[in-house]
């Protein structure tokens, strides 16, 4: 069973940068399809960036393609996600994902996804 921490969060103004790692342990990380989810006060929580499975396709939600990028480092067995030209919409806690048995048409369902790191706060104000 895999265990994942979130870092990385914090307050940026308009059209800052940050990057957010997961770290994972407690599994084989290059076996999980993973992904970056964010929520927001009484919404649901919604899909941002991923990685298939096999790790050999990326997804993007439309409103970060261009700005948000995804990577891993499978030897340090941690996730990241850089995030440039950030908007106040962007606003939201941020958690990673991750699933052994998830399908492609579900990548992108947060109820298809078994673990979860704690989440970590990026706020985006002037």
């Known amino acids: 069973q895999v265990q994942l921490v979130e870092s990385g969060g914090g307050l940026v103004q308009p059209g800052g940068s940050l990057r957010l790692s997961c770290a994972a342990s407690g599994g084989t990380f290059s076996t999980y399809a993973k992904a970056w989810f964010r929520q927001t006060p009484g919404k649901e929580r919604e899909y941002v960036a991923g990685f298939s499975r096999t790790g050999g396709h990326t997804y993007y939600a439309d409103s970060v393609k261009g700005r948000f990028t995804i990577s891993r480092d499978n030897a340090k067995s941690t996730l990241y996600l850089q995030m440039n030209n950030l908007k106040p919409e962007d606003t939201a806690v941020y958690y990673c994902?991750?699933?052994?048995?998830?399908?492609?048409?579900?990548?992108?369902?947060?109820?298809?996804?078994?673990?979860w790191g704690q989440g970590t706060q990026v706020t985006v104000s002037s």
């Open positions: 994902a991750f699933d052994r048995s998830i399908i492609t048409s579900s990548l992108r369902q947060p109820n298809a996804y078994d673990y």
